[in-house]
Structures are given as structure tokens and as C-alpha cells.
């Protein structure tokens, strides 16, 4: 079909009218332009999340000022307005980020230069310019969100403009939009087996696909490898996934799931840091033994992007781990690393003994940097721990410690007061109020003024099980800090001062521990309907199934790396060579089936298919045509109906050129113009 010249630029001025009163009168050069201006914006509208104000602002006036054009019929504006107004928009840009080059600023230029085309229009050649670069536009989707949400506003998306292609090609009568969205849909699903094919067959690369070496290293929300007052309560706030698990074998107990990460042992009086010790491949640190009681316990870890290089592992997990396309690294306190920041997801699968013991002697000087203080910080905490000293016994002095926070009017929170240069001692003596890290810090503070060698452990505990999919899901929200004390021939002994305080944050969650505090988002909306009726709610039920849609799309499409392409083409390959006999037979039927179909198809006068369907669309609406009716009797028929005018002419013309294709002298020369006006007529009936 020729394509009809739509609406590319201006029209002659119209006389102001009410926009409700152009609307109803729309003409379809009108239409297709706003289709097309919709179209741009379900684009657009994913992008305003994350670029600058301005950007949209601009965006979503340059399109608004586009449909104004094109419903009070105006003239597009010259290009004396349009240049300096694009040269203005480039200029903000790079105030806004510095720089034109990479994602965020590539992004938002594409984004303006989008709505400005919308309005400089001159032929239809810029028609399909604006949908191309609507399709491009569209895939910087995937820089900011890889989830199935995005991917599913996208195929609405991509219908969408699809059907503004479509429309462009109709000439004469255009049908229904809802017919032309069904043609897109049909479009899209034909196109749909195709790229499933790619994505499955065509070689993987190692590294995320959807990302910018520059972009991929901006930071993330997650356990650092420094502690101060309010680093991990403000991790509480948040509902973000930090890695999933799935266990092989039985689950342990909710208060032994410690997930280990970072230790840290320097302190200048604020913060506490890593101490910098070596790293090395696997195996345990000398003087050290570890004596293991119980089956081991395997699993399977999913760790979102952090950014950074240590990995949480289940203590105590062995240390031989084994990553494909990752280096990985142990240090004497038993953190795993891998030697490049993690940019994308991770798995990896490890087996842990949650009942161990890390027995062993260390020398003065291997423990010393354990009892290190910063000089002149918190004199009433030094004068606590010289009474704990006095005891003379480590173990004494760790329950001693415990008691004070279990009987004196110490408080758990996620809002604690600030804190001044002696924070340990305004902590302990005077606001007693705060979260893991207060009392992991003023903990191992005490036991190293003690003289007994402590540090402080940060990671994970607990989860939450998700009973659709069996994963246990470890949030940020889960983010803890513990200690550890060296007790001689014990060995390096775990402790958490949280559990004198709030036992419910280890044996339950963080929601059963601080119930007063506000929820955050539908993640923390269920937990409180779950806190007030003790059972599931329709909230949690829905938010476990959100989160199982979501760990899927996870687990199979954005993490389908070259080692799980190569291991499920092996075994496809492995089920085809066992059925290849009986695969073959299938093909060849299909191909056969195929084959008579398309003779068929052939073989079909077009006259007698319009025909065929012009009588099914009769009988749809009560009309059906008798066994001996003919053309004519059968338009008799139907123009004494009621039916609107405009169908029955266009029914009439319909039967009439029917009657001289089928009855009439046939005309070689002519007969294919005339089967597409038959089509047309036929389109025009319904």
C-alpha cells in the first residue's frame, strides 16, 4: 500500500475552537501525530526518575507545545527558534554534568533532541527518524534498571511505537486503534521466538551487558570496610536485596545466620577500620585449628552488585571457595575477597559449619595489634575496664560486660543521639541508646582496655525465608556488626552485645526488635500488618511472590553468563542426541505440514477469501448468508436491514464487485486493483 503523507509540518491556521470540540473532530494526519507524540512519551517518562529536573521539565513542555501545534493547527516553529533553543538545552547539559561524554549526559541529550525533532517535522523521512531514535532512546532503559518491570514497561512500549509505524502506512481507511495495537502486539510476539532464540544460542560475553565502564563503578548503597556511629542504622532504612540464599541442606537456625564480611581492628577513637593484613589464596591462617561439630551445610549465595570486593559468607564457611572468572582471596581473619570490585551479580556456592570453634595459641605480637587504643579517648570506660582487669579471667570479664547491658536501662534504636569525641564513654554512660555498631564498638573497646585481644566482625544476620521459592533474602536492612574475643585455647570466640540488648533482633528480625519504628515501603507495610495479626497477611503474600518473580527473572535472564549458556546448550545438546530419531521424525512432519499448508494458501482464489470473510462478518451480526443466496438477493437483504448508511454502501459496493470479479468478463489487466479495493470494502463493512 502507498503510504499517505500524515501531518509532517504546518497546516493552514484554523480558528480557535475549544480543545475538547478539535478533539471530537480530529482529522487523521491530527491523530497520528499525537499517537506519535504518546508514543515518545511512554518512552521519555522512565528517564525523568533519574535526570536532572530541567531535562523533563523541557521535555514534557516541548511536547505539550507539539500537541498544542497540532490541535489548534499551527505552524512548527522556524528553525531561527529551534537552533538556539537546541544550543541553549546542549550548554545546560553540560553545566549539569561537567561534561557531554558518557551515560547520564548521553542520555539526557537524547532525550531533548527527541522532544525538538517532534518539532521540526518536515518530511516524511523525520517520521521515521523520531521513531528510530524512540527506539534507541528506549534501550538506555536497561542503564538503570535490568528488572522485569522495566522490561515489561518497555514491551508496552515498543507496541506502542509500533503501532505509530503501522499507522503511518495505511492509505485510505485506517482501522480501529485497537485493531492497529493488535497488529503491533501480533508484530512483536512473530519477532518474540526470534530473540528468545538469540538470547539463548548467540555467545555470551563476560561482563554486564547493559552498562558503561565509567558508569559501572558509581557507588552503592551496602557494608563498607569502615564502621562510625550510624553507619549500619542507616543501612536499617533500607528494604535493597543484598544477596539471596539457597540452602541445599536443612536451614539453620535463625541465631546462627552470621554472614561474615569485613573485621575490622584499627580504631582512632571515631572509627573503626580494616587493619590491612595480607591476603592469600585459601586455607586457614597459621595458629590457628578449627575444630567442626556437625554436617556441613550447602548452599548457595546470589549477591546483588556492591561495588565492592569482599564476599558474605555463612561462618564458619570453608575457605577453598571456588568462583568461575574470579580471583579470590582470604585474609588471617577469615574475610573473602574476590580482587576486583563486583560491578554484577555473583553466585557462588559454599558449604558452612554454624556450630565450629577456631581454637589455637597466637603469640604477644600477633595478638597485640588486637589491645591497640588510641591514646586520650574515654577515661570512664578506661576505669570500667581496669575493674574488668582485675578479674583476671577473659570469660568473666565478656559476661560481666553483657550483664551491664542486660540489666542497666540500655536501649535498642535506629535514632540514637550524637555523639562526641569520647563516644564510648557518652554511650555507655550517659545516652544508652543505640544500634549494633554502639554496642559492638564500646564492647570491644572495653575488652581490649581489658587487656583482652577483641575486634569487631560487620556483615549480615538472620533473613527472611520467602516460603514461594524457598530463598532466604538477606536486605540491607539485615546489615550487623558483632565481636569477636580471643580467649586463649578457646580460640577466637564470637560474641554479640546486640543479643543482651535485643534478643529478638537475633532470634527474630529487626522489625520484632524495634516494632515502634516506622516501616519503610510495602516491604515494611506488611511486617507491621504481620506484627499486629501475628500471621501472613495478603501484603507479605504478595510481596513473597513479587520477590520470587523477581529473584527468577534474576536468576534465569540477567544472570545467563557464558558458564550457564555453555552448561545448558551441553545439556540440550545431550537431550537431543538421545532423541534425535524422534526429533527428526517431528521436523519432518512439521516441514510436510508446512508445505501443504502453503500449497494451499496458494491455491486460494483472494476473491473467494474476501467473499468468505465478508459472510462471517454478516452472520456476526445477524445477517448469515442462505445456502442459495446470491450476491444480489444477499445485498437485497442487507440493505433492508438496519444498519448505519455508511456500512450499507460501502456492503453494497462490496457485493456489486464481487459479483463482476466472480460472474463478470474477466479483466487480467485490472483485477488486481480491484481485489485491493474489495479488501478495502471489506474493511469498511465492520
Given at each position: 500500500m502507498k503510504p499517505a503523507p500524515p501531518d509532517i509540518g504546518a497546516l493552514p491556521p484554523a480558528t480557535p475552537t475549544p480543545v475538547l470540540g478539535l478533539v471530537a473532530r480530529m482529522t487523521r494526519d491530527k491523530a497520528d501525530t499525537l499517537l506519535l507524540l504518546l508514543a515518545a512519551l511512554m518512552v521519555l517518562l522512565p528517564h525523568f526518575a533519574h535526570l536532572p529536573l530541567w531535562t523533563s521539565v523541557t521535555a514534557t513542555l516541548t511536547l505539550a507545545w507539539r500537541a498544542a501545534i497540532t490541535l489548534l493547527g499551527r505552524r512548527l516553529p522556524p528553525l531561527w527558534i529551534l537552533l538556539p533553543v537546541s544550543v541553549l538545552a546542549m550548554g545546560g547539559v553540560y553545566l549539569s554534568f561537567r561534561t557531554l561524554l558518557g551515560r547520564d549526559p548521553g542520555v539526557a541529550m537524547l532525550a531533548l533532541l527527541l522532544a525538538f525533532k517532534l518539532l521540526e517535522m518536515q518530511a516524511r523521512r523525520d517520521l521515521y527518524v523520531v521513531v528510530f531514535l524512540c527506539f534507541f532512546l528506549l534501550l538506555t532503559d536497561f542503564f538503570y534498571s535490568q528488572s522485569i518491570f522495566t522490561a515489561l514497561t518497555m514491551m508496552a512500549t515498543i507496541v506502542m511505537l509500533l503501532t505509530a509505524l503501522v499507522t503511518f502506512q495505511y492509505t485510505g481507511i485506517v482501522p480501529p486503534l485497537k485493531q492497529r495495537l493488535l497488529m503491533a502486539a501480533r508484530i512483536f510476539l512473530v519477532a518474540a521466538p526470534l530473540g528468545l532464540l538469540l538470547f539463548v544460542a548467540f555467545p555470551r560475553i563476560q561482563g554486564p551487558l547493559w552498562g558503561l565502564p565509567g558508569d559501572a563503578r558509581s557507588g552503592r548503597t551496602g557494608i563498607s570496610d569502615t564502621m562510625a556511629p550510624g553507619s549500619l542504622s542507616s543501612l536499617a532504612a533500607s528494604d535493597d536485596i543484598a544477596f539471596r540464599v539457597r540452602f541445599f541442606d536443612p536451614r539453620p537456625r535463625q541465631n546462627q545466620l552470621y554472614w561474615r564480611g569485613v573485621v575490622l581492628g584499627n580504631y582512632d577513637g571515631r572509627t573503626w577500620t580494616r587493619s590491612g593484613r595480607p591476603l592469600y589464596r585459601g586455607g586457614l591462617p597459621a595458629g590457628l585449628s578449627i575444630h567442626l561439630r556437625g554436617p556441613g551445610i550447602r548452599h548457595e549465595i546470589t549477591m546483588e552488585p556492591s561495588g565492592k570486593r569482599f564476599l558474605f559468607t555463612l561462618e564458619f564457611t570453608e575457605p577453598d571457595l571456588s568462583i568461575p572468572g574470579q580471583r579470590l582471596r582470604s585474609s588471617d581473619e577469615l574475610e573473602s575477597y574476590v580482587l576486583e570490585p563486583l560491578h554484577e551479580r555473583l553466585r557462588y556456592r559454599a558449604k558452612a559449619y554454624p556450630d565450629f570453634s577456631l581454637k589455637g595459641e597466637a603469640s604477644p605480637a600477633r595478638t597485640a595489634q588486637w589491645r591497640q587504643l588510641p591514646p586520650g579517648f574515654n577515661?570512664?570506660?578506661?576505669?570500667?575496664?581496669?575493674?574488668?582487669r582485675a578479674l583476671n579471667d577473659p570469660q568473666g570479664?565478656?559476661?560481666?560486660?553483657?550483664?551491664?547491658?542486660?540489666?542497666?536501662?540500655?536501649?535498642?534504636?535506629?535514632?540514637?543521639?550524637?555523639?562526641?569525641?569520647?563516644?564510648?564513654?557518652?554511650?555507655?554512660f550517659a545516652s544508652r541508646a543505640g544500634f549494633c555498631e554502639h554496642y559492638a564498638s564500646a564492647f570491644v573497646y572495653l575488652m581490649r582496655a581489658a587487656g583482652i585481644p577483641a575486634r569487631v566482625v560487620t556483615g549480615y544476620q538472620g533473613g527472611e525465608l520467602n516460603p514461594v521459592d524457598g530463598y532466604l533474602l538477606v536486605r540491607q536492612s539485615d546489615a550487623h556488626a558483632w565481636a569477636e574475643v580471643w580467649l586463649g585455647e578457646q580460640g577466637w570466640q564470637r560474641v554479640d552485645p546486640t543479643a543482651a540488648v535485643a534478643p529478638q533482633r537475633v532470634e527474630q528480625s529487626l522489625a520484632r526488635a524495634i516494632p515502634a519504628e516506622p516501616p519503610f515501603g510495602l516491604e515494611g507495610l506488611a511486617g507491621l500488618v504481620d506484627l499486629q495479626n501475628d500471621r501472613e497477611s495478603w501484603l507479605s503474600w504478595l510481596r513473597f511472590n513479587a520477590n520470587a518473580i523477581n529473584n527468577s527473572w534474576n536468576q534465569w535472564v540477567l544472570d545467563y553468563n557464558p558458564e550457564r549458556q555453555r552448561n545448558f546448550l551441553a545439556e540440550l545438546n545431550f537431550a537431543l542426541g538421545n532423541w534425535r530419531s524422534a526429533l527428526g521424525l517431528v521436523l519432518v512432519a512439521l516441514l510436510l505440514f508446512a508445505a501443504q499448508r502453503l500449497r494451499a494458501g496458494r491455491g486460494r482464489d483472494p476473491v473467494d477469501t474476501a467473499y468468505q470473510a465478508f459472510c462471517r462478518q454478516m452472520a456476526r451480526r445477524g445477517l448469515p448468508r442462505a445456502a442459495d443466496e446470491g450476491p444480489r438477493s444477499y445485498a437485497a437483504r442487507i440493505l433492508a436491514a438496519a444498519l448505519p448508511e455508511d456500512k450499507k454502501a460501502a456492503m453494497k459496493e462490496f457485493l456489486e464487485l464481487y459479483g463482476a470479479l466472480q460472474y463478470g468478463v474477466p479483466d487480467s489487466g485490472g483485477r488486481t486493483h480491484s481485489v485491493k479495493r474489495l479488501n478495502t470494502l471489506l474493511m469498511q463493512s465492520r
Open positions: 577515661p570512664r570506660a578506661l576505669e570500667l575496664a581496669a575493674s574488668l570479664a565478656v559476661r560481666a560486660v553483657l550483664r551491664k547491658f542486660r540489666s542497666e536501662p540500655y536501649r535498642y534504636t535506629l535514632t540514637p543521639p550524637a555523639l562526641g569525641r569520647d563516644a564510648v564513654d557518652e554511650f555507655l
